[in-house]
C-alpha cells in the first residue's frame, strides 16, 4: 500500500467515525430548527452556520454523510449481487443465455447512466416519507447499476468455464450446481470484490446529481446531494464558504475512494 | 470491403433492434411508474363527468404497453410522434424547435473537452515530467470527483457557458484513456529508438503514434457522445437552457409516456450511432494499416 492509499484509509476512516458518531458530535438532531438564527454564519454554538431553515449544518453534514456513506456500499452490495448472478451465471452457462444477458446488458448501456438514473427516479414516487426516499434512491441505484459489473462478470466466468479445472471437473460427474458454487464463484471473488469497490463513489456521485436536481432523498433528511442542492441558491463564494463544506468532503472522500481503488480497477480491467 | 459492410450490416442491425427495446423499456418504466394514469384535468370543477370521461377514455389506449408501443411506431413510420400529455405540443415540434441548442451544446462541449484531452495528453506523453503528469492527473482526478449537477451550478455561478460545463464533466473520463494510450504508445521500443536517433517529433506522432492510437481513441469518443448526453441533462436542466436535456427532464417528471419514449428512442439512437461509428471508423483505420 502506497502512502497516499495510506492517508486515503486514513481520511475515510476519519469521516466514517465523524458520521457515526454524529449523535454524540450534534446531539440535538439534523432537524431542530433555531429559528432565531436563519442562515446564520458559523459561531460557537454552529460550526457551519445554519440553512436557511435554521437547521445546524454542521449536524446535517455529519448525518447526511453517514446516510452517503452507510447506503453507497448498500446499493453496491445489490448492485454486484445482481451483477453476479446475471453475468456470472450467464457467462459460466454461456449459448444463448450469455448471449440473452449481453443484449440486456447492452440496452442498458446503451442509455447514459445520468438520463437512465433520472428517468428512473423521476417516474417513482416524489412525495414519500424521508426514510421511503432513501430506499427508493438507493434501491434504484443498486437495481440499475449492475450492467457494467455484469458485462466483466459474464467475461471473466465464460474464460473460467473453459479452463481446465472446470472440465476436469465435469469429466469427474461434478454436478453443474456444485460445480457453480463452489468452483466458479469463488474464483469470481477477486472481480466480484473490485466491482463492489468501483460501484461506491459511482453512487455517491449519483446521489448527489440526483439531490441537488430534487430527486434524492427527501426533506427534511440530509443527504450530500440534498446539502449540496444549498449551492443552487449560492450569492457569493468568498462571502459564504462555509456552504461549501460538503462539497468540499464529497469530493475529498471520492478521491479517497478514487486513489485506494487504482489497484482494484486494474484488477477488473 | 466485404467484412466491412458485414461490420456495418450488424452494426445497423443491431442499433435498430437496441433503439426499438430502449422504446420499449422506457414505455414499461412509464406505465408502471405510480401515478401514471393521473391527470390534473379531472380535478377541474367545469368539467362535465362526459369530459372527464372522455380523457380518461383518450388515456385508456395507453394502458397495454404493447398497444400503445405498436401504434406509436406506426405512426412514427408517417412522421407523427404523438403529442406531449404535459406541454400540449407536437412532440416532434418540440424535439425539432430544441434539438439546435442541445447538439450546439454537445458539439462545443465535446470539441472543448477534447481539445483539452489531446492538449495534456499529448503533453503529458511527450514531456514526460512527472510534474506536469502529476498535476494534469491531479486535475481530471478532482473534476471526476465533482458531481456533474454541480459543475452545472457552478457554472450558472460563475457566468460561464453550458458547454464548459458539458466539457469539464466529459474531460476527466477522456484524459484518463487518452493519456494512458498515449504514454503506452510514447514508450514503444521502436519509438523510443526513433527518438534517439533523433527523429523529428512530429514525424513520431503523425507517424508512429498517432495509427496505433487513433482506433482506441475513436472508441472512447463514440462512449464520450454518451457521456455528454447524459450530462446534457443536468446541465440544461440546472442551466435553464431549453434544449432536450431540459425536455426529457420535464418528461420525467410530468410522467409524460409519448414526449419519454421519444426521447428515450432519440438518445439510444444517437448513442448508438456514435458508438457504432466509432467501431466502424476504427475498422477501417486498422484495416488501412494492414
Known amino acids: 500500500m502506497s502512502l497516499w492509499q495510506k492517508l486515503a484509509c486514513v481520511i475515510l476512516a476519519l469521516v466514517l467515525c465523524g458520521s457515526v458518531a454524529a449523535n454524540w458530535l450534534a446531539p440535538a438532531g439534523y432537524a431542530k430548527q433555531y429559528r432565531e438564527a436563519t442562515d446564520a454564519p458559523p459561531s460557537r454554538a454552529h460550526w457551519l452556520g445554519t440553512d436557511e431553515m435554521g ?47 449481453m443484449a440486456v446488458t447492452d440496452l442498458f448501456l446503451s442509455l447514459p447512466w445520468l438520463f437512465l438514473l433520472i428517468t428512473a427516479r423521476a417516474l417513482m414516487p416524489l412525495n414519500v416519507s424521508p426514510l421511503i426516499s432513501v430506499m427508493v434512491t438507493f434501491m ?75 430527486l434524492g432523498v427527501a426533506e427534511p433528511m440530509p443527504s450530500w446531494g440534498s446539502l449540496l442542492k444549498e449551492l443552487e441558491g449560492l450569492v457569493s463564494i468568498g462571502e459564504e464558504p462555509w456552504k461549501f463544506v460538503p462539497l468540499i ?11 485506494l481503488l487504482s489497484k482494484q480497477e486494474e484488477m477488473a480491467a | 470491403m466485404r467484412s466491412l459492410r458485414w461490420k456495418i450490416a450488424g452494426h445497423v442491425l443491431a442499433l435498430v433492434a437496441t433503439v426499438l427495446l430502449g422504446g420499449l423499456l422506457s414505455a414499461t418504466l412509464v406505465r408502471l411508474a405510480p401515478g401514471f394514469d393521473t391527470d390534473e384535468r379531472e380535478l377541474d370543477p367545469h368539467l362535465s363527468a362526459e369530459s372527464v370521461q372522455a380523457l380518461r377514455d383518450a388515456r385508456h389506449q395507453d394502458h397495454n404497453v404493447f398497444r400503445f408501443y405498436f401504434s406509436y411506431m406506426k405512426r412514427a413510420m408517417t412522421g407523427d410522434l404523438g403529442t406531449s400529455l404535459a406541454l400540449g405540443q407536437p412532440v ?9 441548442l442541445t447538439l450546439r451544446l454537445l458539439a462545443i462541449g465535446l470539441a472543448l473537452a477534447w481539445l483539452l484531452t489531446l492538449t495534456l495528453a499529448l503533453s503529458a506523453a511527450w514531456l514526460r515530467l512527472s510534474v506536469f503528469d502529476t498535476l494534469t492527473t491531479a486535475a481530471s482526478g ?98 435553464g437552457l431549453a434544449g432536450i436535456g431540459q425536455l426529457a427532464w420535464q418528461a420525467a417528471l410530468a410522467r409524460d409516456l409519448p ?30 494499416e494492414v
Not at chain 1, 468532503?249 to 486513489?259: A, D, K, M, R
Not at chain 2, 517529433?201 to 503523425?206: H, K, S
Not at chain 2, 428512442?265 to 477501417?284: C, E, F, M, R
Request: glycine share 6%.
Open chain 1, 55 to 101: 437547521r445546524d449544518r454542521f449536524a446535517r453534514v455529519l448525518y447526511g454523510t453517514r446516510i452517503s456513506l452507510l447506503l453507497a456500499p448498500a446499493a453496491a452490495l445489490l448492485s454486484t449481487l445482481m451483477a453476479a448472478l446475471i453475468g456470472g451465471l450467464a457467462g459460466y452457462l454461456g449459448g444463448i443465455w450469455a448471449r440473452m444477458a
Open chain 1, 249 to 259: 468532503l464529497l469530493v475529498v472522500v471520492v478521491t479517497s475512494f478514487q486513489v
Open chain 2, 259 to 288: 414526449l419519454l419514449v421519444n426521447i428515450t428512442v432519440l438518445v439510444t439512437l444517437v448513442t448508438l450511432l456514435a458508438n457504432s461509428s466509432a467501431d466502424v471508423i476504427g475498422h477501417v483505420v486498422r484495416s488501412q
Open chain 2, 92 to 100: 416532434r415540434t418540440l424535439l425539432r424547435d430544441r434539438a439546435p
Open chain 2, 142 to 239: 478532482t473534476f471526476l470527483c465533482i458531481p456533474a449537477a454541480v459543475l452545472a451550478l457552478l457554472s450558472v455561478f460563475w457566468n460561464a457557458p453550458g458547454a464548459l460545463a458539458i466539457a469539464l464533466i466529459v474531460f476527466p473520463h477522456t484524459y484518463r484513456y487518452a493519456r494512458n494510450l498515449l504514454v503506452k504508445a510514447y514508450s514503444r521500443p521502436h519509438i523510443i529508438t526513433a527518438r534517439a536517433k533523433g527523429l523529428g517529433e512530429a514525424r513520431i506522432l503523425f507517424w508512429h503514434v498517432v495509427p496505433v492510437v487513433t482506433p482506441q481513441l475513436l472508441a472512447v469518443a463514440g462512449v464520450s457522445v454518451s457521456m455528454a448526453v447524459g450530462a446534457a441533462i443536468p446541465v440544461e436542466a440546472l442551466c
Open chain 1, 140 to 214: 434504484l441505484l443498486g437495481l440499475l447499476g449492475w450492467t457494467t459489473a455484469a458485462r466483466v462478470l459474464c467475461t471473466t466466468a465464460a474464460s473460467l468455464r473453459g479452463s481446465d479445472f472446470v472440465r476436469q471437473a465435469q469429466a469427474a460427474g461434478l454436478p453443474a450446481q456444485r460445480l457453480f458454487w463452489v468452483h466458479v464463484v469463488p474464483n469470481l471473488k477477486p472481480v466480484l470484490y473490485a466491482q463492489f469497490w468501483i460501484s461506491i463513489p459511482v453512487f455517491i456521485l449519483s446521489e448527489a446529481n440526483l439531490g441537488i436536481l430534487g
